[in-house]
Nanobody, 123 residues
Framework: QVRLVESGGGLVQPGWSLRLSCSAS????????MGWYRHAPGKQRELVAS???????NYADSVKGRFTISRVNAKNTVALQMSSLKPEDTAVYYC?????????????????WGQGTQVTVSS
């Protein structure tokens, strides 16, 4: 089965930077798109950034100009460079990937989620 593993979370001070990484493994033929979502206590899960197979990117208004998403196809990996972090960015960040499984009789993408990585921005 497909598995997504996130890494790079941690505790940082406001204004600092962090780089999150998400790697997909398992029976994978193609990754159509990958993205990062976050879920903070008392708030709904929201899209932070995403990138498609055509390298089209999308960002939440709250992170535009501060976060950058990039895709490394050869490693089935997506990274999220986060700069000028704010306390409001504190949340559990989840990686999501839309994947076409290898050796599948039906070529239809399915969504997979990682377990999440905690990002805490505090002084």
């Amino acid at each position: 089965q497909v598995r997504l593993v996130e890494s790079g979370g941690g505790l940082v001070q406001p204004g600092w930077s962090l780089r999150l990484s998400c790697s997909a493994s398992g029976s994978i033929f193609s990754i159509i798109g990958m993205g990062w979502y976050r879920h903070a206590p008392g708030k709904q899960r929201e899209l932070v950034a995403s990138v498609t197979i055509s390298n089209s990117t999308n960002y939440a208004d709250s992170v535009k100009g501060r976060f950058t998403i990039s895709r490394v196809n050869a490693k089935n990996t997506v990274a999220l460079q986060m700069s000028s972090l704010k306390p409001e960015d504190t949340a559990v960040y989840y990686c999501k990937a839309d994947i076409i499984q290898g050796h599948s009789a039906v070529v239809i993408p399915m969504s997979y989620w990682g377990q999440g990585t905690q990002v805490t921005v505090s002084s």
